[in-house]
């Protein structure tokens, strides 16, 4: 299944609080249960305004759903084509 990495800006991600953190991961962790088990997170990153999110799913469409059913920004959806790490270059 294709894997997505997600842009959401959000003006002071870096900021959040833990517990602002953990309502914004329960709220997707539930609308991913929602959802079945065509979506997965996998993880995210988070920068000053911005949350970079892994997915992996059927599609784009799939993801945005989810955005949008969570009420989350999808600024971008990129999907992953390669991967590589520093064993690539062995």
């Known amino acids: 299944m ?3 990495i ?3 800006e959000i003006p002071n991600a870096g900021k959040l609080t ?3 953190m953990q309502g ?3 709220k997707s962790c539930s609308i991913l249960s ?3 088990t065509g979506i ?3 993880e995210s990153y988070v920068t000053d305004n911005k949350l970079y999110c892994v997915y992996i ?3 784009e469409a799939t ?3 989810h955005a949008d059913t969570g009420g989350f920004p999808a600024n971008k959806i990129s999907e992953v084509k390669k991967m590589i790490d520093p064993t690539t270059a062995e």
Request: glycine share 4%; hydrophobic share 30%; aromatic share 8%.
């Open 2 to 4: 294709p894997k997505y």
């Open 6 to 8: 997600i842009e959401r």
């Open 18 to 20: 833990s517990e602002e």
């Open 24 to 26: 914004i991961s329960q």
């Open 34 to 36: 929602d959802m079945g």
């Open 40 to 42: 997965q997170w996998l």
């Open 57 to 59: 799913a059927p599609d």
């Open 63 to 65: 993801v945005k759903k």
